[in-house]
């Protein structure tokens, strides 16, 4: 899929940022030296450091240029768990296996899935975790190929759609619902257990300042998984 030159100027800089080429508060090159190294129009560089702001990634200051973005403190964070590290250190293998991948748009009157699309395309995947060779959790993730357009090319034989975003998307907010739920037909085949069996389903979505990134939907073996929650207090000295 060819990706838009605002869109590789705009990942090729939070690449630099991810992999700390770029430091917090560092200046970022002005427009004009962007548009002689990518030989592009200022309006093309504009757009892809106005995306990089509204994502919280730099600070655009008027007549000073872009900076960095310096990390936001969060008073309580419910991680996003690494399920293959998860797996891994308690000792066993861990595998994920591809079902279905489609790159589609929103289904008509979806809302949710129009506005996590914005104006472009939705990659759609489907996969189980394995710990041992035996299914852990049946998944079903949407992206917004807008907000990450290389995942497309992504074939995921190598890593899970999860471990690929913590590792090349940063993210700034994310909602956790978490259900307990009997296990519908379609997900206690993929899971090997009885349908009706208990799971533990979380929902997730996460976003980068503005731009919504992805909503992925994870059906857990009850008596296979626990979840655990790291909090910290927003007050150091508040025992609430």
Do not use: N
Not at 158 to 176: I, N, R
């Amino acid at each position: 899929m060819k990706v838009a030159l605002h869109q590789r100027i705009r990942s090729d800089i939070e690449a630099a940022i991810r992999s700390g080429a770029l430091r917090p508060g560092a200046r970022l090159p002005v427009e004009h030296e962007l548009m002689r190294q990518y030989g592009c129009a200022r309006m093309t560089v504009s757009k892809a450091l106005s995306a990089l702001a509204s994502a919280g990634l730099i600070d655009r200051r008027k007549r000073a240029g872009s900076f960095v973005a310096r990390p936001r403190v969060h008073s309580m964070v419910l991680d996003i768990p690494d399920l293959e590290q998860d797996i891994l250190q308690r000792g066993q293998s861990y595998g994920f296996r591809l079902l279905h991948r489609d790159v589609r748009q929103p289904r008509r009157g979806d809302a949710e899935e129009a506005a996590l699309a914005g104006a472009g395309m939705l990659l759609a995947i489907e996969g189980v975790h394995e710990a041992d060779a035996v299914p852990l959790a049946l998944e079903t993730r949407l992206v917004s190929l807008a907000a990450v357009p290389s995942m497309a090319d992504v074939p995921f034989d190598q890593t899970s759609p999860g471990a690929w975003l913590l590792k090349h998307v940063p993210w700034t907010e994310a909602e956790t619902r978490i259900a307990a739920v009997p296990a519908e037909r379609a997900a206690a085949k993929h899971l090997h257990i009885e349908p009706g069996a208990p799971c533990l389903f979380i929902e997730r979505r996460t976003r980068r300042g503005d731009e919504a990134i992805t909503l992925v939907r994870q059906y857990f073996v009850g008596s296979a998984y626990d979840l655990i929650a790291r909090f910290a207090a927003a007050d150091p000295g508040d025992g609430s």
